[in-house]
């Protein structure tokens, strides 16, 4: 019993200390980058002209939603992926039950949503103390970052899961993720990029997420149809990375 309250006791601590951690971390980033930066930037007479009319928080606020969500999912669907599959073998122990290759992918998804969502949320709630961003677009900007990071998250995930070996995983962060997090549109326009890079940034998931959060959080609300294109192209990176996971899951597990 005594066991017990102490994994409880250090269980809530943990909870505490995430909760914190999760809500200190970007009201610091948007006090820095939003107030500091951003005091810098709108002195200069043509930014307001390139960030829409809008000041510098407004437009870096929302894309701090969908950047956090996809570190989130990438971070979720590498390692911890490789080690359900190789280490720990939890994968293995689910196939040893009547689960079959999609109910583990799908479980997977949920992970996913679930981890991107809070994070989202919590960066919702630090938005929301700032009055340049506090609107009710919020609510509508958390799943838009949230399926913006699983559809990043599950190529990773397949491709985590055909690994062997882990060496791959911090050249796809820095290669990868740290590129799309630096040229995903977030911190500035891509029409300010060359061409080449900006094309990149375009066809990026991150790019799509950031465009839905910075037009509903502002309160600019795109056309219906840029909307249903911009959740169709983000679904059909969920799609394919898990029907590309489940493939490769039953090909190792149920072999």
Same mark, same amino acid.
């Given at each position: 019993?005594?066991?017990?309250?102490?994994?409880?006791?250090?269980?809530?601590?943990?909870?505490?200390?995430?909760?914190?951690?999760? +809500?200190?971390?970007?009201? +610091?980033?948007?006090?820095? @980058?939003?107030? *500091?930066?951003?005091? +810098?930037?709108?002195?200069?007479?043509?930014?307001?002209?390139?960030?829409?009319?809008?000041?510098?928080?407004?437009?870096?606020?929302?894309?701090?939603?969908?950047?956090?969500?996809? @570190?989130? *999912?990438?971070?979720?669907?590498?390692?911890?992926?490789?080690?359900?599959?190789?280490?720990?073998?939890?994968?293995?122990?689910?196939?040893?039950?009547?689960?079959?290759?999609?109910?583990?992918?799908?479980?997977?998804?949920?992970w996913?949503?679930?981890?991107?969502?809070?994070?989202?949320?919590?960066?919702?709630?630090?938005?929301?103390?700032?009055?340049?961003?506090?609107?009710w677009?919020?609510?509508?900007?958390?799943?838009?970052?949230?399926?913006?990071?699983?559809?990043?998250?599950?190529?990773?995930?397949?491709?985590?899961?055909?690994?062997?070996?882990?060496?791959?995983?911090?050249?796809?962060?820095?290669f990868?993720?740290?590129?799309?997090?630096?040229? *995903?549109?977030?911190?500035?326009? +891509?029409s300010?990029?060359?061409?080449?890079?900006?094309?990149? *940034?375009?066809?990026?998931?991150?790019?799509h997420?950031?465009?839905?959060?910075?037009?509903?959080?502002?309160?600019?609300?795109?056309?219906?149809?840029?909307?249903?294109?911009?959740?169709?192209?983000?679904?059909?990176?969920?799609?394919?990375?898990?029907?590309? @996971?489940?493939?490769?899951?039953?090909?190792?597990?149920?072999?």
């Amino acid at each position: 019993m005594r066991v017990f309250e102490w994994k409880l006791a250090v269980y809530r601590r943990v909870w505490k200390a995430n909760v914190l951690t999760s +809500l200190l971390q970007p009201l +610091l980033y948007l006090l820095a @980058m939003g107030l *500091g930066v951003g005091a +810098l930037v709108n002195k200069n007479g043509g930014s307001a002209r390139l960030l829409g009319g809008v000041p510098y928080i407004a437009f870096v606020a929302p894309g701090l939603l969908a950047t956090t969500a996809m @570190m989130v *999912g990438a971070i979720e669907s590498l390692w911890p992926v490789h080690d359900a599959m190789k280490w720990g073998r939890q994968y293995e122990a689910m196939s040893a039950t009547p689960l079959e290759p999609a109910d583990i992918v799908l479980a997977h998804v949920l992970w996913l949503m679930f981890r991107t969502g809070t994070a989202a949320a919590a960066v919702a709630a630090a938005m929301a103390l700032f009055p340049d961003v506090r609107s009710w677009g919020l609510v509508a900007a958390i799943p838009a970052a949230m399926l913006s990071g699983v559809a990043l998250g599950m190529p990773l995930s397949a491709w985590a899961v055909s690994r062997e070996r882990e060496m791959s995983f911090p050249l796809i962060q820095r290669f990868i993720i740290v590129p799309l997090f630096l040229f *995903g549109g977030a911190f500035f326009p +891509l029409s300010q990029l060359p061409i080449g890079i900006r094309i990149i *940034g375009y066809i990026s998931p991150l790019w799509h997420g950031v465009e839905m959060c910075r037009s509903w959080v502002s309160g600019t609300h795109m056309t219906a149809l840029a909307a249903v294109g911009h959740v169709t192209y983000l679904t059909v990176f969920v799609v394919v990375g898990s029907v590309y @996971m489940r493939r490769l899951a039953k090909d190792r597990l149920f072999a």
